[in-house]
């Protein structure tokens, strides 16, 4: 380790921050809880999958080693969370009229197309779920030999009462007292005694009888259920103590608590020591809904004109555990930011470039750590970056080497930019040449209104105009005053 303090995270397990002491001296472990592959990623996925990606940088600025596990779920994610309903991969396949195993091909190329775009590291592995049935299968037989399991006509079932602290990661309340991230209706099979109950393997039977994606087991032919793989594909690469675990909020009701059941029941120990989650991302101050029309993907992003790094750097603003909205005036003033930052990059490079033996600040770079290791916190990482920035006691070649070094955790591509080149894409600039070309119109029709709205919108962009006699100029703005 190169720094002596300690990075804290916050545990949902224990609702406090705790030490980050790996189990296996100076390598951390640490899972994942990846996409269910039957869709593209919408970009609160792509919030968490931010979060996922600087704690890893993080950890390995800290200068340890890491080993990672991502899983892509393919199959056995009903669309219920509660073991109901129909498998996700499936309704898909049906919609889009393809092969299951297309349809997983075509959403796992999807996501790591996504991962490339976003600047996100690639794990250390990738694990697809259909690809580790057998160990799914040896972790039941463990559950079910040390007596956590039952049979029905339907499934073979982990029964929670049997489990102590079943209840920890929601809050504790006694099982009976409130029936913690499970509602009655979608209590469908007649056979299971508590319905927090879930499935481990789930039979080709009645519901289920025409599911594609099928596999022999010693409880008949069937598949999966959900929980089940996480624990299998963890504990089969990263062993019985892993360190971190990662995942949504919405986790934190149902899929983790049985993934700590399903630990226990194979290994009657706690397998995890620290359950991390991040918080929803609200767009246009409300949750993402295809009925809301704000289900936004990547794509929808870049088609406005904004590069992904903008995503990044918006996602950079607000610490992990804190939810962050989503509009597009925040994007834009994300963008914007952004911008001044790779302006101030660009001229760094062009004066520093006699003097390329820059050496990272130390002074800086403790601040800069000191905001990561306290749970992560990238807002104020970034707040650091701008106050170095106006420290005049800071060399110019030093300020560029601090700069990229913080950028191995920021990840926004700043050993990228190009001395002679604005940062603007294509899409980018034909959206100023649109409001150009509007403002115009507007400026002939001597609607002033719509000409100043539109002169506005323009500086949100970072963009500076000037009226000539040869018509309208434009340029990204760079007024030298950063932070």
Request: charged share 30%; hydrophobic share 35%; with cysteine.
């Amino acid at each position: 380790m190169s720094y002596n303090d300690v990075m804290k995270l916050y545990n949902s397990l224990t609702r406090r921050e705790e030490e980050l002491v790996p189990s296996h001296g100076d390598t951390v472990t640490l899972y994942n809880c990846g996409p269910t592959v039957y869709w593209n990623m919408q970009i609160g996925n792509l919030r968490a999958y931010t979060f996922v990606d600087v704690l890893r940088r993080t950890i390995e600025y800290l200068g340890y080693d890491i080993k990672q596990v991502m899983n892509l779920t393919d199959v056995g994610h009903l669309s219920d969370d509660a073991d109901a309903g129909e498998d996700k991969m499936e309704k898909t396949a049906e919609r889009e009229k393809k092969d299951v195993w297309a349809i997983a091909d075509e959403y796992i190329a999807s996501v790591k197309s996504d991962f490339k775009a976003m600047n996100f590291l690639e794990p250390k592995r990738w694990v697809r779920a259909t690809e580790h049935i057998e160990d799914m299968i040896d972790m039941i037989k463990k559950i079910e030999e040390n007596g956590y399991t039952y049979e029905t006509k339907q499934a073979v079932y982990f029964d929670v009462t049997k489990y102590h602290d079943y209840t920890r990661l929601q809050g504790g309340q006694a099982l009976d007292e409130k029936k913690v991230g499970v509602r009655d209706e979608v209590n469908v099979d007649p056979e299971k005694k508590h319905p927090a109950d879930f499935a481990l393997w789930i039979r080709c039977v009645g519901l289920h009888e025409h599911h594609v994606m099928k596999w022999d087991s010693p409880w008949g032919v069937g598949f999966p259920g959900w929980h089940i793989e996480c624990s299998a594909m963890g504990t089969k690469y990263l062993g019985t103590d892993i360190d971190i675990h990662t995942g949504g909020e919405d986790h934190i009701m149902v899929h983790h608590p049985n993934e700590r059941a399903q630990n226990y029941g194979a290994y009657e120990k706690e397998v995890v020591k620290m359950w991390v989650h991040n918080l929803f991302l609200l767009v246009d101050g409300g949750k993402m809904g295809k009925s809301r029309g704000n289900m936004y993907e990547l794509r929808d992003v870049t088609e406005k004109g904004f590069d992904p790094m903008d995503l990044r750097f918006f996602f950079l603003g607000a610490h992990y555990r804190k939810r962050q909205h989503f509009t597009w005036d925040n994007l834009t003033a994300a963008r914007v930011s952004r911008l001044k930052l790779v302006d101030v990059v660009r001229g760094l490079q062009k004066r520093a470039i006699h003097t390329a033996d820059g050496k990272v600040s130390e002074q800086w770079k403790a601040m800069f750590i000191g905001a990561l290791e306290e749970d992560v916190m990238t807002p104020r990482a970034v707040a650091v970056v701008w106050d170095m920035l106006k420290d005049s006691n800071v060399s110019d070649a030093d300020m560029l080497a601090t700069l990229l070094d913080f950028d191995r955790v920021l990840g926004l591509q700043l050993d990228e930019v190009d001395t002679n080149e604005e940062e603007i894409t294509v899409e980018m600039k034909s959206k100023i040449e649109r409001i150009i070309e509007k403002r115009d119109q507007a400026r002939k029709s001597k609607d002033w209104v719509v000409a100043d709205e539109c002169r506005k919108e323009l500086s949100a962009l970072g963009v500076e105009i000037e009226d000539t006699k040869d018509g309208t100029t434009w340029n990204v703005s760079s007024t030298g005053t950063y932070g």
